[in-house]
């Protein structure tokens, strides 16, 4: 009997896979490719948890960052308590729960005016939603970085995984002023974006632009699509991101 309960126990179907590189890929690209994501805090007058959606950046860490007017209620469930959840993955054709999807347990903490921080988020935020500029600057609206803590990925049926939040986040993320030009810079490599997203994506007929870019990757916009390309490995210097686009593009 003892033996038979072992067995049962060895050939029953495990729910997590081991987290691998693969996975810890896809799920930066989902979180960091996102335009927006469902935001769920919890309601301070009910404890209930409360779900919106809300245009996503992220900040030269890769960590996700949400711009929320002060009137709305899930800005007022931030600041009374910071635990939050954030779901990125977009449905495709067919059944929606076989395309990847990730949740990512995170904590939010607001972004002060009148401080590097602000104006580097602030500019990486535009340069993703231009439209914003209509009220970034608004008294209460705000900016919240959302620190991933932990993730649970989900790439479809039979593949979950379970992720901490350094998974998430770029190491020693490139804040200097070398980087930040390098931000700049790239919004008028129009030329260079259009043969980069031909290299990637089967999206044709698009006006692409580089939208962001950091150490782990580089975003592309085209409307309302975006497309996130990461790295094999973190680029050292912001002069290796640009050979590796001129290498691509064939364009100097």
Known sequence: MADEQQTGKTDRPQVLRDTDDEAR?????????????????LDPETGFPSASRALTGTDVDGVPVILVSGLSGHTKGLIADPRCSLLAGEPGKGD??????????????????????????????LDRHPKAALYADFGDFRFFRITPQAAS???????????????????????????LDLQQNVKNMTEQAQKFAAHISTENGKLWRFGGVDRAGIDLIAGDFQ??????????????????????????
């Not at 890929?25 to 805090?41: N, Y």
């Not at 929606?96 to 939010?108: E, K, M, W």
């Not at 995984?161 to 002023?177: K, N, W």
């Not at 497309?227 to 100097?252: C, G, W």
Request: glycine share 8%.
């Open 25 to 41: 890929r896809l799920a930066r690209t989902l979180v960091r490719g996102a335009r927006h994501m469902a935001l769920a805090v």
């Open 96 to 125: 929606p729960l076989a395309h990847p999807r990730i949740t990512v347990q995170c904590l939010a903490e607001g972004v002060a005016r009148d401080t590097p921080e602000h104006a580097r988020i602030r500019q990486r935020f």
């Open 153 to 179: 990925l989900n790439g479809g049926f039979g593949r979950a995984y379970m992720l901490t939040g350094s998974d998430l986040v770029i190491p020693e993320p490139g804040i200097t002023a070398e980087w």
């Open 227 to 252: 497309l996130r390309h990461e790295f094999e490995d973190l680029a050292k210097t912001p002069e290796a991101v640009l050979d590796y686009v001129f290498e691509i593009t064939k364009i100097r």
